[in-house]
Nanobody
């Protein structure tokens, strides 16, 4: 069982930066592919970014590409999401997720472990 705890959310103005962190309890963190997803009010949860277990491959949604950076520190069991140039449309609850399954990396159904989420609000 993997427990994930997100932190770092908050209220910022458009153009600002935030860094989200996700601490994992699992000692085999290095074997996990991981991702960030978000859910805005009234909308479905959507893919934001993902990273392979060894950090070699990174994936981003078109809406955040060039602004967000995902990283993984296997020594500290921590996943991060650096968010720059934030926009009001980035407002959502952000979830950290990990998977042991194969499949399309941006498909949330392939992730079997989820954090509780952290709120990010970007004002205009």
């Amino acid at each position: 069982q993997v427990q994930l705890v997100e932190s770092g959310g908050g209220l910022v103005q458009a153009g600002a930066s935030l860094r989200l962190s996700c601490a994992a309890s699992q000692g085999t963190f290095g074997t996990l592919a991981m991702g960030w997803f978000r859910q805005a009010p009234g909308k479905e949860r959507e893919f934001v970014a993902a990273i392979s277990s060894n950090s070699i491959s990174k994936y981003y949604s078109n809406s955040v590409k060039g602004r967000f950076t995902i990283s993984k520190d296997n020594a500290k069991n921590t996943l991060s999401l650096q968010m720059n140039s934030l926009k009001p449309e980035d407002t959502a609850v952000y979830y950290c997720a990990a998977r042991t399954r194969s499949g399309t990396i941006y498909d949330l159904s392939t992730y079997n472990y989820w954090g509780q989420g952290t709120q990010v609000t970007v004002s205009s």
